[in-house]
């Protein structure tokens, strides 16, 4: 549901992007190849600094969704 939301608002805005679903334990942020990481649980801090990290519970929760949704685009457009 999270991926195709995410999707789904991309989308709509123009954004043509691949979504991609892990569980943190298959993560290593070495071989991380992703422009921003929208997590739903807690991520190591190993992960700081290598990739934009995006706290994704408002998607589940409805609260601050449109927020989020909006802060997963300005990342995007930002690494460009």
């Not at 290598?50 to 997963?72: A, H, K, S, W």
Request: glycine letters at 8%; aromatic letters at 4%.
């Amino acid at each position: 549901m999270l991926r195709v939301k995410i999707e789904e608002f991309l989308k709509d805005k123009g954004i043509d992007v691949v979504v991609n679903q892990y569980r943190v334990t298959e993560l290593a942020p070495s071989r991380v190849d992703a422009d921003v990481i929208v997590a739903t649980t807690g991520m190591p801090d190993e992960f700081a600094g290598v990739v934009p990290v995006i706290n994704g519970v408002p998607l589940i929760t409805g609260v601050g969704e449109d927020q989020t949704l909006q802060e997963i685009l300005d990342t995007l457009q930002a690494a460009g």
